[in-house]
């Protein structure tokens, strides 16, 4: 065994030489050749760029003194085992860490040759560092997506191959379809489908979808081990390489058997209750049936009945019920259309203030300008005639003129002032109404926002115990948007209604808080915690297709339950009496189902709420008709 003296000179040894020396010299990787007792004898320039040496330095050092000290003993034995091959001519590949000039390491390949009549190594080393970081990020990548997918228990998260072969399973697939990683690995996709499914050609139709268009989301029933049946809303998506070819497919599965039941009942309900509606509206009807055709023949046999007169009172009393439970109801059925004529109502009012108004705009300026004729008239006759008669002298002392004349353009250009704001406040109404608009048409988003604000200005003014509002605006350049105007006006109504409620709900808090406080707040303090309530909106557009419109108040955020709930009828976290739940559930059903849009919703208790409506420019009849059928998600 060669064993090498490290930390010794080697005062003997003449520096090696090599016909081909310039020719190495060209080589990318680091070249050198060692001598039997460890010392380097020939050192290409690479040395000196990776490891920041001089040639000169390294020449006169053993090769082993730059190694690690953890790579030191596996070092050695490499060149124990290299060494020991005297006979024939062998070569060694192994890796070490190597010290740099500056003091780091550095990761080396080496792959060396012993040459036994020389009693030399020659040696190729190449710089794999940056390799092995890479390998060392690649595995962690590995290792932390493979935690993630181990950890998730409510979802079937596998992959398939190109034939629709499952290749990875996840607990939670195991969980939601009864096969272990062992039994279903290798297996078809198909077995998770119903028979007439199957051979109906649906498994390889959802692949053939999702292979095409990159994405194929379903709601349908799934079939597990144990041969019970369940509602799953799986999305397969297609995984394709740089190329764009096919490698695999990438499936997601979730149980929705809950939702369904819930949702079947519901329906049950529903038709239930519309079924006893329909009996007792035929109960009512007989009764009153039955009601005139005893007058007919109280009218007819008037003597008869007069013997059975109690009776006659106990049916009539009977009857009289019947007929104000009849009432009743036609009541409430008036109610619920004075409801839906309120858009009309409104409509209708602006209508009519804006004739008489129209009358009032249109004549100040008459006036006005009939009033600077009449002063410039009444100047020229003072300056025409500066003596005036007694009486003129005593009506002008009466009227005070003076004051007349600086005060009467204020008050015409008040009176143009108030007009403005009342046309200003009947063309919001109108527009806010849009009775006329009952098909989708191009309208300026900005201007139904405005509209809105307009009507919302009361509520954003100052309060006796609420102070001032700010709505800060960052419109974008957004094209006409293909939509109902109407309904969309009733979104912003009901969003931005909801951000003021907030805003003074965080106000009485913040007010309730200082109440119970005995300390001394300062003002900068003071403002610290409690900014003053304000109402963000922006507007962009996403692409060229979609525009989104961003409302976000600072008010005291929401919980999680609260915000998993929002959308739903009837739910509200107001006092009886403030609200009905169905303003947010409105909103979703006109920005989603009519519109095929998103209506999303960010918030954190302490953090304020940003909702999110995302609508197309130009209305599509497949979007909507996707967006019915597979968009039962509500993002927040």
Request: proline share 4%.
């Amino acid at each position: 065994m060669i064993t090498p003296k490290p930390h010794r000179r080697n005062t003997h040894a003449q520096p090696f030489q090599l016909e081909s020396d310039r020719f190495l010299s060209l080589s990318l990787d680091m070249i050198c050749v060692i001598s039997h007792d460890g010392y380097f004898q020939y050192l290409n320039h690479q040395w000196e760029e990776v490891l920041g040496f001089s040639k000169t330095a390294l020449l006169g050092h053993s090769w082993t003194e730059f190694i690690h000290p953890d790579d030191q003993k596996s070092a050695l034995n490499h060149l124990y085992i290299l060494c020991s091959q005297s006979i024939s001519s062998g070569h060694l590949i192994f890796e070490n860490h190597y010290r740099c000039r500056d003091g780091s390491y550095r990761c080396f390949l080496w792959n060396a040759e012993f040459c036994p009549e020389q009693q030399t190594i020659y040696a190729v080393v190449r710089d794999i560092t940056e390799f092995e970081k890479s390998r060392h990020a690649l595995r962690e990548s590995e290792e932390r997506f493979r935690y993630l997918v181990e950890s998730v228990k409510d979802y079937a998260i596998y992959m398939l191959d190109p034939n629709g072969n499952v290749i990875s399973w996840n607990p939670g697939a195991e969980r939601i379809n009864g096969y272990t990683e062992a039994e279903i690995i290798g297996q078809s996709v198909a077995q998770f489908y119903l028979p007439e499914d199957v051979r109906a050609g649906k498994p390889a139709y959802e692949l053939q979808v999702a292979a095409t268009v990159g994405r194929f989301e379903d709601e349908s029933c799934r079939v597990r081990r144990d041969g019970s049946q369940f509602w799953a809303h799986a999305v397969v998506t297609a995984l394709k390489d740089k190329q764009g070819q096919l490698r695999g497919f990438a499936k997601v599965t979730r149980d929705i058997t809950e939702r369904k039941q819930a949702e079947a009942a519901l329906q049950k309900a529903y038709d239930d209750l519309e079924q006893r509606v329909q009996e007792r509206t035929a109960e009512l009807l007989e009764s009153n049936r039955l009601l005139r055709h005893e007058i007919v023949e109280r009218q007819q046999a008037e003597a008869g009945l007069r013997q059975s007169e109690a009776q006659l009172r106990q049916q009539t009393q009977q009857l009289q019920q019947a007929l104000q439970q009849l009432k009743q109801a036609q009541a409430q059925l008036v109610q619920s259309e004075k409801m839906s004529s309120l858009g009309q109502l409104v409509a209708g009012v602006a209508h009519e203030i804006n004739n008489p108004i129209n009358f009032i705009y249109g004549n100040i300026g008459y006036a006005s300008q009939y009033a600077q004729d009449l002063l410039y008239v009444l100047t020229l006759y003072q300056q025409s005639f500066p003596q005036p008669t007694q009486e003129i002298e005593e009506a002008l002392s009466g009227i005070d003129l003076h004051f007349i004349l600086n005060d009467l353009p204020k008050l015409l250009n008040s009176m143009q002032v108030g007009a403005d704001r009342i046309r200003q406040i009947v063309l919001s109404l109108r527009n806010f109404s849009r009775l006329d608009e009952a098909e989708k048409k191009p309208v300026d988003i900005h201007q139904g926002i405005d509209n809105t604000l307009m009507i919302l200005q009361n509520r954003l003014s100052p309060q006796s115990a609420f102070p001032t509002i700010t709505v800060c605006k960052t419109y974008g350049d957004l094209p006409l948007v293909d939509c109902y105007a109407g309904q969309l006006n009733q979104v912003f109504m009901n969003i931005l209604s909801n951000a003021i409620d907030a805003l003074e709900e965080r106000t009485h808090f913040n007010q309730q808080l200082k109440l119970k406080d005995d300390t001394i707040i300062s003002t900068s303090s003071s403002e610290l915690c409690c900014p003053l309530p304000s109402i963000h909106i922006k507007t962009e557009q996403l692409n060229s297709e979609w525009i989104a419109i961003r409302i976000t108040d600072n008010g005291l955020g929401m919980t999680e339950q609260v915000k998993q709930r929002l959308f739903d009828p009837f739910f509200t976290t107001k006092p009886v009496g403030k609200g009905t739940g169905l303003g947010l559930s409105i909103s979703y059903q006109i920005v989603v189902e009519q519109h095929g849009g998103n209506l999303k919703c960010q918030s954190a208790p302490g953090q304020g709420t940003e909702f999110a409506i995302e609508i197309p420019i130009k209305s599509s009849c497949s979007t909507l008709l996707m967006t019915t059928k597979f968009t039962d998600y509500r993002g927040f």
